[in-house]
């Protein structure tokens, strides 16, 4: 099946572009981030000590991950919001941190690309996961942009608990950790496409990736609105 690929750092805007692309071109959408909370989740409610890479492994391999109308499901249960707590977000790193839970997670987001046309979201999809995607994205943002994105989310959410400051804080220690990992680390594949997003509108963003998808014959079952 066809493949785009949606790379960068947190807060540049890679979900919210990644669900109109899906949404307009009627490909899936796979979030990869929200698979690796899922386990990190899936851990922490069965005890599994997050310095155990087997039994993370083993963990990660017996999980059910369903994208099912914008929400991520774990054997049957909606996730969505639990995977966002600050929690999950802490216990996702080691687990993402995991060579062989890294293994699993790429075989499952391989498998999912077998069955649909994918706009896969993450860190190493163009890298990793998919070296042979039609398209590769890489989205990036200045680093307070990233932040004000992040604390505009929270609080359309309702959650005032963080300042800006303190996100961009956390936000500087997770891109660290994202960069630092031996196996997938965040970094733009060679043949990514850059796209920085401060300014610019999300429906901006899209057509730009749109305009690169068609460039590349990937836009056959698009119908603009
Ligand atoms: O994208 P999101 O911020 O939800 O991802 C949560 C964490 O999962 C990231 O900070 C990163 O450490 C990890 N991740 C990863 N590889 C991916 C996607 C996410 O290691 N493909």
């Given at each position: 099946m066809k493949i785009i690929t949606l790379d960068g750092p947190?807060?540049?805007?890679k979900s919210s572009t990644a669900k109109l692309l899906a949404s307009k071109l009627g490909w899936c959408h796979m979030d990869t981030g929200a698979m690796y909370r899922a386990v990190a989740l899936a851990a922490l409610q069965r005890n599994?000590?997050?310095?155990?890479e087997k039994a993370l492994a083993e963990l990660a391999a017996s999980l059910d991950i369903q994208f099912l109308s914008g929400a991520v499901f774990l054997n049957g249960e909606d996730i969505s919001v639990e995977i966002r707590i600050d929690r999950v977000t802490a216990a996702t790193r080691p687990v993402a941190d995991a060579p062989s839970v890294r293994e699993e997670m790429t075989a499952m987001q391989r498998k999912l690309s077998r069955k649909f046309n994918l706009v896969t979201e993450g860190r190493?999809?163009?890298?990793?996961?998919?070296?042979?995607?039609e398209l590769k994205v890489y989205l990036d943002a200045s680093p307070s942009a990233r932040a004000a994105r992040r604390y505009h989310e929270r609080i359309e959410h309702?959650?005032?608990?963080?300042s800006i400051e303190e996100i961009l804080h956390s936000q500087i220690e997770r891109d660290q950790g994202d960069k630092d990992r031996?196996?997938?680390?965040m970094e733009a594949a060679k043949d990514a496409i850059i796209i920085h997003?401060?300014?610019?509108?999300l429906e901006n963003v899209v057509n730009q990736v749109l305009e690169l998808a068609r460039g590349r014959g990937l836009t056959s079952d698009y119908i603009p609105k």
């Open positions: 947190a807060g540049a805007g599994v000590a997050l310095d155990n190493d999809q163009g890298t990793v996961v998919f070296p042979c995607a309702g959650d005032k608990s963080h031996p196996i997938g680390a997003t401060d300014g610019f509108s």
